[in-house]
């Protein structure tokens, strides 16, 4: 079983990778700060797996706290529910919150120990591709706003992070597609050879081989914990992470949360980082023909919503983390494994960008 | 005019201290991190001193939010209104933050500036007599639960802090003597000398005296200043700035927030812990003497409210920030100057000192 570690000096932490790992107690309880513990999980992930995390967790007294399954529950009102909780069961300083779900599930238990009683410790558990390559790795938590994708949010590190690839058998194909979306930006950011890989075996990957399935989460999570490790806060190379996500956070804010999954806005996102870097003169039509078959062979959309034209996008991508001064600034493509974060493009070929990309309207 | 200093390596910072510092841009302006000011306060204060902010600030693209006047909007739903103001006027990373107000104001605006975009700049320009000795430097943030005093917060350090006295001048009695119960704490904890002065001077200080006003505030950010560089984040010496406070936020919580102010509810509580200490064989009847008097001269309650009976406190203590296991830990006397945080102390001894500063309840 492998384990990753993300360095971080006295925040370090295990990431362990593997099948069987729910039901293995010596993995989470080291971890336990005190005598209890409280999960966060929805109403999806419990029936699957509430009973066996618990069951590690016999030793610890055990709270729980069942959420709504989605990214429209990504608020300060449903983070409000876990903090009645903790504050119900008279959880205290030393309480550990264990986060049991996708990527909401963690970004908002992990918010809510950043915040409990100034910041309680807390584990991920990860059951979804995309919290187990990305979203529990890092320690970036919060909720939206109306206006914008994880507005509200603090940096607060798990103490470890445990990816059990037994949890992604009962995962919905779609959740499996929108995961894959970030295991395609590690290669396309800053490694080439993964991306090799990928287009060897993205299909197996997708077809739930467990060989492909196990490779892609070690490499991805090395990728994330290298770059993590070199910039914790985001003050530098962190950001080129966030490759298709401007575009990605405006499509999933204008067209509503949770109406598409957060990878596959994601996965057209990248297509159009890659599409803009070719009319800047970085990368080639092969390069975009290379993105765009990835995209697509992970069932990810490859146009974005027709309600997005030009003028919605660039409204919604000002409010974006990374801008200044007003200015979008966009991970782009210098080439393939070789992302930059620049705002030195041209409007006029994001406009273009943003008009091919852009699905027919339909006339009713 | 005297400039202490928060040493806290690369999160250091200025306390200025003295008059007229409102319309000093040259001590804001510095610490404005981009070219956006969102100016948090509230209407009571907005009147009286946003204008003087504003033209310090001139110089910036300002903002600002106005928020009601109470402990009782010291809520996640007040804090969301910070973050629509943050969002409505596009806000980015580099946005500073500045809270203009009492401790309400502070402690919210201080939060909103931990989450917002994972954390922005903020400078605290404390107005209340309460705000400019205690709550605005520490970084200590966050808002109250319905079940419990400050439970969803952060630590987040200002870049500076402006403590104009000038602004103590319309400050309302009551509000005075809510920020004398902080100064006399500083006396009992850990400064003798403080406490023989504060013998002498605390009716000057009530009376507005500017001299004494002035000796008091330098002398308890300095106190502050000392312990918090000693432990940032509470892990040992820093709670024990909570004299009075686990007794007083039992209070805050148990009436109802905004019922008494927070300054009112650790005078009697200060009270209770030196009555506590002396059951206890720590302190004499001459000493809790001398802490009553000094509660009673700052025109504080030296008895709790009627309806908190011992089952009461105990139940709201509990869920204090620094219980573990249930057991409450409460910040006691040695001697007058010398405070220890204890959970070894016999439970019939606390019922007694809480018998004996109970209100009389009415007969209806």
Redo the contacts between chains.
């Keep these: 079983m492998p384990i990753l570690n993300v360095e971080l000096g006295v925040r370090s932490y295990p990431i362990h990778i593997g099948n069987g790992l729910l039901g293995r107690p010596e993995l989470i309880a080291p971890h336990v700060a ?2 209890q513990v409280m999960v966060v999980t929805n109403e999806t992930v419990a029936p699957l797996y509430l009973d066996a995390v618990l069951h590690s967790l016999r030793d610890f007294e055990c709270h729980q706290v069942v959420l709504p399954d989605g990214e429209q529950y990504k608020t ?1 009102e449903v ?2 529910t876990i ?2 909780a903790l ?2 069961a ?1 959880c ?3 309480t550990t919150i264990v986060a049991l779900g996708g990527g909401v599930v963690g970004d908002m238990a992990g918010f809510a120990a ?6 309680v410790p807390f584990i991920q558990i990860p059951t979804t591709l995309l919290a187990q390559v990305d979203s529990s790795v890092g320690g ?1 938590t ?1 909720v939206n ?4 994708k994880n ?5 607060h590190q798990p103490c470890a992070v445990i990816a059990d690839t037994d949890t992604l058998s009962t995962l919905e194909d779609r959740q499996l597609s929108a995961g894959a979306a970030e295991v395609v930006k590690y290669g396309l950011i800053r490694d080439l050879d993964f991306c090799d890989w990928l287009d060897e075996h993205l299909e197996a990957l997708l077809n739930r081989d467990a060989q492909a399935l196990a490779h892609a989460i070690e490499r991805s999570c090395r990728n994330k914990a290298e770059i993590v490790a070199a910039d914790e ?1 985001e003050s530098g190379v962190r950001a080129l992470l966030n490759l298709g996500h401007t575009f990605g956070h405006a499509i999933e804010t204008g067209i509503g949360y949770g109406a598409w999954l957060h990878g596959e806005a994601v996965g057209v996102g990248m297509l159009m980082a890659a599409d803009l870097s070719m009319r800047m003169g970085w990368l080639t039509a092969a390069d975009v023909q290379r993105v765009e078959n990835l995209v697509d062979k992970a069932q990810l959309p490859t146009r974005s919503p027709a309600q997005m034209d030009y003028e919605r996008f660039v409204d919604l991508m ?2 974006d ?6 200015k979008i600034r966009l991970v782009l493509l210098q080439a393939i494994g070789a992302a930059v974060l620049s705002d030195d493009y041209d409007p006029a070929l994001m406009r273009e960008t943003i008009d091919a990309h852009r699905a027919i309207p339909m006339v009713s």
Tied chains: 1, 2.
């Design positions: 005190g005598h300060l983070l409000n903090f009645d504050m119900g008279r205290e300083r030393t950043a915040c409990y009683q100034r910041g970036k919060g706003h109306p206006l914008g507005m509200i949010g603090a940096f806060r000002s409010v983390k990374k801008a200044q001064r007003g």
